[in-house]
């Protein structure tokens, strides 16, 4: 049984209001042979329709699984999400059976990796696989479906399309083997498309264009769309609301103006100093001190604080609010912003309530 | 927390996809890799069984061959009674006797030494070979490459036991010393000759990989010398898949030996050797099956020790191999 | 494609030459006069020695001798055995004996093999996967010779399910034989489809593959076992290649007269025409099936083109 009608298309939906995806407190480890591994440790956010979010971190912070997390796609066992929840459209996914869940992927939620090559099957090509989409959810012919890889190739703007059909994955370059991705992604009109690292692997020129292929066709649908990535440059262009992740927790949160003109996080802050600006030449980078944290043991009190160079500890610190301590839950600092700061009012320069 | 568990820490976070494989930068780190790479697999080794089965039956077949008298319980395998021929086993005489007679727990104990003479002698001369060929044929490339490669093609095309076959049958009539012999040096001498192949292109592949690293380009750019480039740089990463290689080959020599002799060509009678037993053996395999019994047992056990060895070593060794 | 077999068939030439040279070398090299042996207790007279060694161009130097072979081979001509018998007739009466044998090796290999390490490989880490990863081992390390006595020992004379010589009895002949000749590559087969199974089902297309939500079987079957297959047919292939020329040891044991054991016959008697013949014949299914399993490859795996 299911009561979520994935046939209309997205566009319709944009006036309603409700979000689209909600995740409450989603917690992801894995158990190893050598520990757990603590890899998402209480995230929330939502997602509206036509709305863009950006989360953004380093490798490690937990960006990605949980982004598995919401397709269902973790292996699991190693992975398990410990708690939480994720409703799509209302719905808490995790409570649903797994055919259920099946159902989801494609047309409710889909997802585009990092790495195009080696995430299409070499064996087949790409119009079969794009093709697969209409196969297994609308039940189509071979011939149908082959027509309509035709179709959605021509939409994310392949060239030759009805020509390159019937080529394989290593035929292509590499921006065009990520729109095959794409094509494969928003086949079946998605609610949600997650892009994983989308452009990381290509040139700059072709990020670019690929960048400008998801926004479009993010207009033309009204989808919402998660942009997990590290690089600033692509949040800053597309994303209307930035997370930051760090050791598996969000550390701020607001829109991508807000956030990037002002971080009320010192990580956020540390981000924005370590990476060159063209405005800004002459200025000198200050890379974050030290190394991201082990996920296995993960520093108590606020997990950024033995990088942090605002830390308090000890004495220096207000009551309660010992870096090493105490945690800094997740807080509005100012109207729109979340940090999970003790002292995120000094980073942005404001005077404390 | 200990480097091992960082490791298997690191090996899981990249299947679970939590991590993003960055590459790494390109220095000369032969030395701490290949010391990592051994202190890695010796802690993976010392936790699978498989490999401590086949280090303890290895090295019980070892002494066997070097001290047989320790485990002969005191007879003789040349004092022999027809007497006694073909009587079953006993509590005195656990592997019963032969057809002549002689204590069978003597006799297939004594075979232990020229088996493992032949597979240690014949895996030597292979991999001398093997590396020697191996190595000048990847490191120069080009004509010379084209050459011997050929060349492995050729004895590639035939099967192991069927040129050994052939040398051993023709080789006493030749005046050539060793093949000549009938001995064990023959049998080693041949397997090897039709057994090099593997080891050189172990060798020859992996010469070709590092080759084109960029430590190696960096070290060659730093002046050092060809042959200095291959012995410190190339060479010493050939020897781990090499190990595992002639481990493993060491119990299919000792096989092929067996069957050599069996059919009539590898060592001769009075030679004690498990393949002329068996050869004995399978007339009387109904009335007196004790007779191929044994010798079969303890050849498959030899085999399997240094199978098991090799196996062990490999997944220690390459961890990608494992699933 | 075509100008990739036709290189590769040029490149066949000097490795088919120099094998059976090699043997042919080896064989004609040794001093001992088999025109002597032939007559045995009689003694020949001087004339009709003579005569067959210079039909034989026994005095010849050894690259005449060859060159003469052959000029006959590329008529078609295998040369005859000491008792005028051409080497084809022998070729003609014994192979059909081991392609049958072959066959029904490469059946066990599939059936038994592809099987237990299709589950294996699914089923990591399960009861099932130790008992394969264990019976490998053990299968491995049995010497064919061994093998070939205990099922001759235990399904042959105590059993009594097949029979344990010669051909008499059809398909069941070849029963045991290829079982024990299949063994070692079915092993190895187990093997091999377990690893690449398990690798697979960790590649990133599969991930894809799950993220499209497609039903877990056409994510088995379709993404990862039709991948998973390649290494594995393609060592099939290659392996009948080897298989018809390795079964001197397994139908000597059961009596089987195919062109293993007349090639080991020939050896002991020294007849030099019929090992070079066979030795050059099984050099070819080698070289040939090695070739097949490269074009194969090509048809398996779109990312291999030789051009």
Same mark, same amino acid.
């Given at each position: 049984m299911t009561n979520l009608d994935l046939t209309k298309p997205t566009a319709e939906l944009a006036a309603q209001g409700t979000p689209l995806l909600e995740v409450d407190d989603l917690r992801v480890e894995f158990r190893t042979r050598s520990g757990v591994v603590?890899?998402?440790?209480?995230v929330s956010y939502s997602l509206g329709a036509g709305e863009t979010l950006a989360i953004l971190? *380093? @490798?490690? @912070?937990?960006k990605s699984v949980s982004a598995q997390a919401i397709m269902g796609i973790l292996e699991t066992p190693p992975a398990v999400i410990s708690g939480g929840g994720i409703w799509f459209q209302g719905r808490n996914v995790l409570e649903m059976s797994a055919e259920d869940q099946r159902k989801i992927r494609g047309p409710g939620i889909s997802m585009i990796f990092q790495d195009a090559l080696s995430s299409l099957?070499?064996?087949? @090509?790409v119009g079969f696989q794009i093709g697969e989409m209409f196969r297994a959810?609308?039940?189509? @012919?071979k011939k149908a479906a082959r027509a309509k890889a035709v179709e959605l190739m021509d939409r994310v703007r392949i060239p030759a399309a009805a020509r390159r059909v019937?080529?394989?994955?290593?035929?292509?370059?590499g921006g065009m083997r990520q729109r095959v991705m794409i094509a494969m992604a928003i086949a079946l009109d998605p609610r949600i498309l997650i892009a994983d *690292?989308? +452009? +990381?692997?290509?040139d700059v020129t072709v990020q670019a264009q690929v960048m400008d292929l998801l926004k479009d066709l993010q207009q033309e649908t009204g989808m919402g769309l998660i942009l997990i990535t590290h690089d600033l440059g692509v949040v800053n262009e597309v994303a209307d609301n930035v997370a930051v992740m760090y050791a598996g927790e969000i550390v701020e949160r607001g829109t991508v103006d807000d956030v990037f003109s002002r971080p009320s996080h010192p990580y956020t802050d540390g981000l924005m100093s370590s990476v060159p600006q063209v *405005?800004?030449?002459g200025g000198r980078l200050r890379p974050i001190a030290g190394q991201p944290p082990n996920l296995a043991a993960i520093p108590s009190g606020c997990p950024f604080h033995p990088r942090c160079s605002r830390r308090r500890l000890g004495a220096e610190a207000a009551p309660g609010r010992d870096c090493a301590t105490d945690v800094p839950p997740l807080r509005?600092?100012?109207?729109g912003r979340e940090a999970a700061c003790h002292y995120s009012e000094e980073v942005l320069g404001v005077a404390a309530e | 927390m200990t480097d091992q568990q960082q490791l298997d820490l690191r090996k899981d976070a990249v299947e679970a996809g939590t991590t993003t494989g960055l590459a790494s930068p390109s220095v000369d780190v032969t030395k701490e890799r290949q010391n990592s790479l051994w202190s890695d697999a010796w802690g993976d080794l010392r936790r699978n069984p498989l490999f401590w089965i086949g280090a303890v039956l290895g090295l019980f077949f070892l002494l066997m061959a070097l001290v047989p008298q320790l485990f002969a319980?005191?007879? %003789?395998?040349? !004092?022999? %009674?027809? !007497? %006694?021929?073909?009587a079953r086993p006993s509590a005195?005489?656990?592997?019963g006797f032969d057809q002549q007679g002689c204590d069978y727990l003597a006799n297939v104990v004594y075979g232990a030494r020229n088996s493992l003479i032949i597979g240690v002698t014949a895996v030597l001369v292979i991999l001398l070979l093997g590396v020697l060929v191996g190595a000048v044929a990847g490191y120069y490339g080009g004509v010379t490459d084209g050459i011997l490669a050929r060349i492995a093609d050729i004895f590639y095309a035939l099967p192991l036991i069927l040129g050994a076959l052939v040398l051993l049958r023709v080789g006493p009539s030749t005046g050539i010393p060793i093949i000549n012999s009938r001995g064990p040096g023959a049998v080693a001498i041949a397997l090897a000759l039709f057994g090099w192949m593997t080891a050189m292109r172990l060798v020859r592949s992996q010469v070709i990989a590092v080759k084109s690293s960029d430590y190696v380009a960096a070290a060659r750019a730093m002046g050092a010398s060809s042959r200095r480039i291959l012995v410190r740089h190339i060479l010493p990463n050939a020897v781990a898949p090499v190990l595992v290689y002639a481990t493993i080959t060491i119990g299919v020599i000792i096989a092929a030996e067996a069957t050599l002799t069996y059919l009539g060509v590898g060592l001769q009678r009075p030679a004690i050797s498990w393949g002329l037993q068996i050869e004995a053996g399978q007339d009387s395999i109904r009335t007196a099956p004790h007779l191929v019994l044994f010798p079969s047992l303890i050849l498959t056990l030899t085999v399997m020790a240094f199978v098991m060895m090799g196996d062990a070593l490999r997944d220690a060794l390459d961890p990608r191999q494992r699933a | 494609m075509g100008r990739y077999v036709a290189r590769r068939l040029l490149l066949t030439i000097p490795v088919l030459l120099g094998a059976s040279f090699l043997i042919f070398a080896m064989v004609y090299a040794l001093p001992g006069d088999p025109i002597r042996a032939l007559g045995g207790d009689r003694p020949l007279s001087p004339a009709v020695i003579a005569e067959l060694r210079e039909r034989f161009h026994l005095n010849d130097p050894l690259y005449v001798q060859y060159w003469e072979y052959l000029k006959g081979l590329f008529q078609g001509d295998l040369g005859t055995d000491f008792r005028g018998r051409p080497v084809l007739d022998t070729i003609e009466r014994t192979l059909p004996v081991t392609v049958k044998l072959a066959l029904a090796a490469v059946l066990f290999e599939i059936v038994i093999g592809l099987v237990a390490g299709v589950l294996a490989g699914i089923r990591r880490n399960s009861y099932f996967d130790n008992v394969v990863l264990v019976s490998t081992t053990l299968i491995v390390s049995i010497p064919i010779l061994v093998l070939a006595f205990f099922t001759q020992l235990l399904f042959?004379?105590?059993?009594?399910?097949?029979?344990?010589?010669?051909?008499?009895?059809?398909f069941y002949s070849y029963v045991l034989p290829g079982l024990v000749l299949a063994s070692g590559s079915l092993a190895y087969v187990a093997r091999l489809t377990r690893t690449s199974l398990a690798e697979n089902l960790r590649a990133d297309y599969v991930r894809t593959a799950r993220a499209k939500g497609l039903p877990n079987r056409t994510v088995v079957v379709r993404h990862t076992l039709r991948n998973s297959l390649i290494p594995v047919v393609t060592f099939i292939g290659a392996d009948i290649g080897a298989l018809l020329g390795g079964a001197i040891v397994t139908e000597t044991v059961f009596n089987l007269p195919g062109i293993g054991r007349e090639v080991f016959n020939s050896i002991r008697s020294q007849e030099g025409a019929v090992v070079v013949g066979i030795v050059t014949l099984m050099v070819f299914f080698f070289i040939f099936f090695n070739l097949v399993v490269d074009v194969l490859y090509a048809v398996l795996d779109p990312r291999i083109r030789y051009d």
């Open positions: 603590n890899a998402v440790n209480g971190g *380093e @490798s490690g @912070s937990g099957n070499p064996v087949y @090509s959810h609308r039940g189509m @012919s019937d080529d394989y994955p290593h035929q292509f370059s *690292e989308p +452009t +990381t692997a290509l *405005e800004a030449k509005l600092v100012v109207p | 319980r005191g007879a %003789d395998p040349r !004092a022999c %009674d027809l !007497a %006694d021929s073909k005195q005489h656990w592997f | 042959g004379l105590k059993l009594g399910w097949f029979p344990i010589a010669g051909t008499n009895e059809g």
